[in-house]
């Protein structure tokens, strides 16, 4: 599914990844853990096609990323990878509803469609009557879930999480990592966790640990 190979990358003199070599398979839960700095976030970016390393390959699903230019880049992260991001990252002037749709309409999809698939997400997330809410009416909780309909909306086969659960209090923590774990098994994702949540990692298939900008264990 995702298969790194010597990756590297570097802001001026800063070397933040250093040949890091990683392969997910399809339908695994795999978490990234490691120290602040570790490059962890930086990796996940370059996964996502957020990023571009400054030596080394990425693919996933069989595309070499490094053979598509700008265009087909950000229309194969809009088709295949979804994102759920620490702080929401939820546009404050639309609805719940609205901010899922969005990437969906990005991609040309057609609005009566999209709006249906939305509404049966959000239902399924248990949000029915929170659909038309703006996100400063929505609680955490809410908005991490309105966060993960929005990365479902194009059907994607990746889900890249970035501190998923970090601003979450610890009863919406333990909802939103049982739902990544239910939306694995409903709709056969494969999801890559950046997290310093040690209850999150231990419930993973596979943990990875990173520390200056190398992995050191993969367990």
Known sequence: MILAKNIHKSFGDLDVLKGVELNVTKGEIVS????????????????????KPNAGEVLVDGIDFSKLGEKELAAFRN?????????????????????VMIPALIAGKDNKKTTQKAKEILAYLQLTDRMEHKP??????????VAVARALINDPSLILADEPSGSLDTKNRDELHK???????????????????????????RVIEM???TIISNY
């Open 179 to 205: 739902l990544l774990f239910d939306l694995r098994d409903k709709y056969g994702l494969t999801i890559v966790i950046v997290t310093h949540d040690k209850e999150l990692a231990a419930l993973s298939d």
């Open 136 to 145: 400063n009416e929505l609680s955490g909780g809410e908005k991490q879930r």
């Open 211 to 213: 520390r200056d900008g």
């Open 79 to 99: 088709k295949h990878i979804g994102f759920i991001f620490q702080f929401h990252q939820l546009l404050p002037e639309f609805t719940a509803l609205e901010n």
């Open 32 to 51: 990234i853990v490691g120290p602040s700095g570790a490059g962890k976030t930086t990796l996940l970016q370059i996964l996502g096609t957020l990023d």
